[in-house]
């Protein structure tokens, strides 16, 4: 059952004879290979893309195919919905093909028999995802980059492609042409946003120093490096004037001493006062 990306596992290397990120042969030319994965994306944005594919299965029910394509469906249902299921999903080639035909190559195995009683085989459905360039909206900095998302999944019946959903819904860009050098990852995607966010944290910090509050509220965080000392918050402290620079206010070390202090417009700092 796949329910997180750590779920979706990798093809067997040594049973399909190629790595998920490697090169395979070519379908047409037998001296000649081909990338299994022409993407930038890596190993867990892949799982990533696969895992949230599950969705794309909630409107799945048996009576959509029939005969091989049904069963080809029945497993990657289980796979993906049925605990415990004996069909496990593995991807055997990564994205490829992003500008022409943007798909990534899953095995589903489903085991049967007993391997103690020497009756164990499996049955192995070899599916596309295909997935389309989804628009990432409303984050500052990203106008031309998308990120792959699954839209379909496709078996190979007889020399016939059987669907599901029936017809893919392919999100529509600002900018149709999509390159795979401007797909993101979400770990990349949720950087970038973490950095905006500092960003806006800093810049509203350097906004408040400019104001007068601010500028008070750095000289006491500079006071309290230097002395130890903060302001006194008893009942109605400090005055709401302070913060003005038109009173002054007490400030108190750990042991509960400490002194006056009132802004000095002219000299831009923190004054005793009396």
């Not at 059952?1 to 490697?22: C, N, R, Y």
């Not at 035909?101 to 007993?114: D, E, K």
């Not at 008893?234 to 509960?256: C, D, H, I, Q, S």
Request: aromatic residues 8%; charged residues 25%; glycine residues 6%.
């Amino acid at each position: 059952m796949i329910t997180l990306p750590e779920h979706v596992l990798q093809a067997d290397e040594g049973v399909t004879g190629f790595s998920w990120d490697g090169d395979s042969p070519h379908p047409q030319y037998a001296d000649e290979t081909v990338p299994n994965k022409e993407s930038t994306m890596d190993w867990a944005e892949h799982q990533r893309i696969v895992c949230n594919a599950r969705k794309l299965l909630t409107s799945w029910t048996s009576d959509k195919h029939t005969g091989k394509g049904k069963e080809a469906f029945k497993a990657l249902n289980d796979a993906y919905n049925t605990p415990d299921s004996r069909s496990v999903m593995r991807v055997s080639k990564g994205i490829h093909q992003p500008e022409t035909n943007a798909h990534l190559q899953l095995r589903v195995v489903t085991g049967f028999g007993s391997a103690s009683k020497g009756t164990a085989a499996s049955v192995v459905h070899t599916f596309h995802l295909n997935v389309a360039a989804t628009e990432i909206k409303g984050v500052d900095g990203l106008v031309d980059r998308f990120q792959w998302e699954g839209v379909q999944f496709t078996y190979e019946n007889a020399s016939r492609w059987e669907c599901w959903p029936a017809l893919a819904v392919v999100p529509r860009m600002k900018n149709s042409t999509a390159s795979r050098r401007l797909s993101i990852s979400a770990v990349t995607l949720a950087a970038h946003q973490t950095s905006l966010a500092e960003a806006k944290k800093e810049e509203e910090r350097l906004a408040a120093q400019s104001t007068l509050e601010g500028q008070i509220q750095q000289a006491l965080t500079a006071l309290e490096e230097k002395e130890g000392v903060t302001l006194r918050k008893l009942k109605n402290e400090p005055p709401a004037k302070f913060w003005k620079g038109t009173t002054k206010a007490f400030v108190v070390n750990r042991y509960g001493k400490g002194y006056y202090v009132q802004w000095n417009v002219a000299t831009k700092a923190l004054d005793k006062a009396v």
